[in-house]
């Protein structure tokens, strides 16, 4: 359940990040943002 937990505040911390960037754009960042997230869901699937 905490695992859950946390996965969901990691995705909702993500999506909020993009979200609030979107309006100036930074490839390097959304990039980098990205790879973030899918290393922690990997982390947190193992």
Known sequence: LRTTTTKTL????GFYTL???S???DP???KSN???VSRAHILLIL
């Open 10 to 13: 990691f995705i909702r911390k």
């Open 19 to 21: 979200t609030r960037s």
């Open 23 to 25: 309006s100036t754009v």
């Open 28 to 30: 390097v960042m959304l």
């Open 34 to 36: 990205h790879t973030l």
